[in-house]
């Protein structure tokens, strides 16, 4: 008899233990055909990991991927100077050669222009408001800018290489990222 009584409490805590098991009814969203090019310069295009981008202060960077998920929720493009670090939190500002371009541009689903421009400034809304896609091809031009203003210092954009760094956020805060290094540089020149 208290084989079974044992037998059977094995079972109810089998029963009613956690999965420990990745619940893969909600997979992390994920990032695919990330690119960022100039606005007309199809040559620069990254075409691979190792591959860099040319973009020219005052004219456009195309941002493009395919994002999947589970009612994405935003997607934010995190600009900053890329030379000598691999994602640590220091940053440099200033420089003699000009002042490093360092912005977060938020790309919000769901919500309406109003809601996204009260969010503050570097904020849009892709979608309509309660319109959260589980997939969206993503396609935004960013305006390279010529001159930037960080901590009280203005000047010209450091030329050089940037990490374009793209995370993308579901409604239950899973998130994924994925980066590019992109040059900035005003003048035309041989990329080898």
């Given at each position: 008899m208290n084989i079974k009584y044992l037998i059977l409490a094995l079972a109810l805590i089998g029963f009613v233990s956690c999965n420990n098991d990745k619940d893969e009814s909600n997979p992390a969203p994920t990032i695919e055909n990330y690119t960022v090019s100039g606005h007309d310069d199809h040559d620069h295009a990254r075409l691979a990991?190792?591959?860099h981008a040319h973009i020219v202060p005052?004219?456009?960077?195309?941002v493009e991927a395919d994002t999947k998920g589970t009612k994405l929720n935003y997607a934010q493009i995190d600009v900053h100077w890329g030379a000598g670090h691999e994602h640590s939190n220091e940053r440099t500002t200033e420089t003699e050669e000009g002042v490093q371009w360092t912005q977060?541009?938020?790309?919000?689903?769901?919500?309406?222009?109003e809601e996204a421009e009260a969010k503050g400034a570097y904020n849009y809304a892709l979608t309509a408001a309660g319109d959260f896609p589980n997939e969206y091809?993503?396609?935004?031009?960013i305006d390279v800018p010529t001159t930037w203003t960080k901590d009280g210092v203005t000047g010209p954009v450091k030329e050089g290489d940037y990490h374009f760094v793209l995370f993308l956020v579901d409604s239950e805060g899973q998130r994924t990222q994925k980066a590019l290094t992109v040059e900035v540089h005003a003048e035309e020149h041989d990329h080898q």
């Open positions: 990991e190792d591959d005052g004219e456009e960077a195309v977060k541009y938020t790309y919000w689903f769901g919500i309406s222009a091809e993503f396609h935004e031009h």
